[in-house]
């Protein structure tokens, strides 16, 4: 009986181990590719992860699609970044903001791939840029990248992490 047991708890333990980190709803987040360090919303309704972006221009670099931009943040220093393109996101606006009848307005943006850095967790995730600067957050964490940290969300909580530390 007792190497059942013994079995047991061996077989229990990935599951135990797979159980995600819980963060609150806002959170701060590092960006090292850019040596900045930005608050960010934790939204599980949001599918990608959005950064704060303005003057957003497309170009072509040795046949691959790269894009600049600078940060549309309340202290961005308006240094310009570049970040090779890895695909365009097509965004559909929402349907309560539409005009009845009409199709839902269609956007397109570059996403990139940034590691982001929360507590001590550091993951590469696909960030699309478009200009937040209109929203308390200036960058979102949509679903897709909260997978990649294996975290859940409690809507209760705020800023749960430690300062980030990779």
């Not at 599980?44 to 600078?70: C, H, N, P, Q």
């Not at 961005?76 to 309560?96: C, N």
């Not at 996403?111 to 840029?129: A, M, P, S």
Request: charged share 30%.
């Amino acid at each position: 009986m007792k190497s059942l047991l013994a079995l047991l708890s061996l077989l229990a333990l990935p599951v135990m181990a797979a159980e995600p980190t819980l963060y609150g709803r806002y959170e701060n987040i590092a960006l090292p590719e850019l040596g900045e360090t930005l608050k960010a919303k934790m939204d599980t309704g949001a599918y990608t992860a959005s950064l704060s972006a303005k003057d957003i221009e497309m170009f072509t670099r040795d046949g691959e699609e790269w894009v600049r931009f600078r940060l549309a943040t309340k202290d961005a220093s308006g240094k310009v970044y570049e970040h090779k393109v890895s695909r365009i996101s097509k965004i559909k606006g929402r349907a309560e903001e539409e005009d009845e009848g009409d199709a839902p307005e269609v956007s397109k943006r570059p996403v990139v791939d940034l590691e982001l850095c929360l507590g001590d967790v550091k993951r590469t995730v696909e960030v699309n840029l478009v200009d937040r600067s209109h929203f308390n957050y200036p960058l979102l964490v949509g679903a897709k990248a909260l997978r990649e940290f294996k975290a859940a969300v409690n809507p209760a909580k705020r800023f749960t992490a430690d300062k980030p530390d990779c």
